[in-house]
């Protein structure tokens, strides 16, 4: 995610950080390459401009220039600019004081809106909440049907009707919500190839009669400034709460996050980095300010990691530990613990410093692929005792998973080291033990 941005930050800093003292042409030039970052990764340019100018007065304002560290001040700077541009506090959904909590999505064809309500309802369901699905798209044929089809995977119930009215069905849902004691309704709207009257006039409709407590616009942050202009459009029409930016895992280069709440005045709420349901991130300003100027985002991290890893399984592989019996199988679990927490290159950028490394590199869930294949062609006996692993038996392990005997040589380097660390981390006292690190070479 905005990878490059981050990389041409990261080169604009350095050469900042690299002055023993700053003049004020140095600080022009760097905020001319800032300015090139930015429209480059396609920011709009009325934002850009607004950013820089208020960059550059506070690095000529706050007497950076004279003070000891000038570069890590003006990435201070930038940093609380860009706090600034996405929103400064993070916002949450409004939840209604007599349930259901109504939350309305409403975007254009194909920005999400129905992946995003299956993520939204898990996300909630998470959180202790009972969610249900309305499926309010009467119009594309197979809509309902699919809402159906994320409700059935999702195990959250789906409202649907064939009534072919968007307001009856949202409002028969509300009374089956009561019915079903679910405390929160996700209204999936139908999306238009552009924005055109009917479309608006029904959204608006919905508005007026069902009264939803949170009206969501989704937008497709592939799209880049059309995103931003779309979201422009639909906040004359219909006042919305907030933003959710969706496809932001892909090639994007991020413009439309950086650009979208400057120009609508609304908060981002949520961004979704994948297809599938659980990716789905709470926005935080900081947290993304962070990540898009290398500096990694540990919370989120951790916030995963607590949310999927076992904590049982955690307990007892840290007994293991102390017994110095961790052994291939215990690790097994573990790479299958961190593939639960998402895609690896995802949960990378999200380590300081490595984010902006990561770009045009293939880091790739492959990599956990030959290490599981070679494990699993050993036996038991194998994977418990590792010492045992003659030639003969690498041989035999390297046909079994397609890989070679140096991959299978590599892997239990690796191992040994990962093995010596532990031993050495059972010296220290430390609290709880997560995820165990490992070089995937
Ligand atoms: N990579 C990626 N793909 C996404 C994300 N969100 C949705 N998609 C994909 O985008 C496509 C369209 O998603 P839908 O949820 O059907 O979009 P929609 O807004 O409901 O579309 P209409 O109902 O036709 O208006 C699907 O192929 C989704 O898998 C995301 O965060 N990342
Ligand atoms: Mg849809």
Do not use: W
């Not at 607004?50 to 930038?78: E, N, Y």
């Not at 699905?133 to 409202?159: M, N």
């Not at 950086?258 to 981002?268: E, F, G, H, M």
């Not at 990599?367 to 038996?393: D, H, Q, W, Y």
């Amino acid at each position: 995610m905005l990878e490059d941005l981050t990389q041409k930050l990261e080169t604009v800093f350095q050469k900042l950080r690299g002055y023993g003292t700053l003049t004020e042409k140095n600080v022009a030039d760097s905020m001319k390459e800032i300015r090139r970052a930015l429209l480059e990764a396609d920011v709009n340019y009325k934002v850009v401009k607004d950013f820089v100018s208020s960059v550059q007065d506070k690095a000529i304002g706050q007497d950076v220039l004279r003070s000891v560290t000038p570069g890590q001040m003006i990435v201070k700077i930038v940093h609380s600019e860009l706090i600034d541009l996405l929103g400064e506090t993070s916002t949450q959904i409004k939840i209604a004081g007599i349930p259901p909590t109504i939350v309305m999505l409403a975007g254009l064809q194909g920005c999400g809106k129905t992946t995003f309500a299956g993520k939204l309802a898990q996300f909630f369901r998470k959180k202790g909440r009972h969610p249900m699905l309305v499926a309010a798209d009467v119009y594309r044929p197979a809509a309902i049907e699919q809402l159906k089809v994320v409700g059935k995977s999702l195990d959250i119930p789906v409202y649907s009707e064939d009534s072919g009215e968007p307001v009856k069905i949202c409002s028969q849902a509300i009374a089956e919500a009561r019915q079903q004691t679910c405390d929160l309704l996700i209204l999936d709207t139908a999306g238009r190839l552009h924005i055109d009257d009917e479309m608006m006039r029904e959204l608006e409709e919905i508005k007026e009669k069902v009264k939803p407590h949170e009206i969501l616009f989704v937008a497709d942050g592939m799209t880049g400034q059309d995103a931003v202009n779309s979201a422009k459009e639909f906040c004359t029409r219909l006042e919305f709460d907030g933003i959710v930016l969706t496809k932001l895992d892909g090639d994007t280069r991020g413009g439309a996050a950086l650009s979208i709440r400057a120009v609508t005045q609304k908060p981002i709420k949520f961004i979704g980095v994948g297809e599938k349901y659980d990716a789905i991130e709470q926005f935080f300003p900081d947290r993304m300010a962070s990540r898009i100027l290398g500096m990694g985002d540990v919370v989120t991290l951790v916030e995963k990691a607590q949310e999927t890893i076992d904590q049982e399984k955690a307990a007892r592989l840290e007994k293991k530990i102390l017994k110095q019996d961790f052994n291939l199988e215990d690790f097994f679990d573990q790479l299958q613990q961190i593939k639960k927490m998402g895609p690896l290159d995802q949960l990378l950028g999200m380590i300081p410093g490595v984010g902006s490394q990561l770009s045009g590199m293939n880091v790739d869930d492959r990599s956990f692929v030959s290490i599981e294949a070679i494990i699993n062609s050993m036996t038991v006996l194998e994977r418990r005792n590792p010492k045992i692993l003659n030639g003969s038996r690498r041989r035999r392990i390297a046909m079994g998973s397609g890989t070679s005997v140096q991959e299978i040589n590599r892997l239990l380097n690796q191992f040994g080291q990962m093995k010596k660390m532990l031993k050495n981390m059972r010296r220290m006292p430390r609290k709880g033990m997560g995820n165990v690190p490992f070089n995937m070479g």
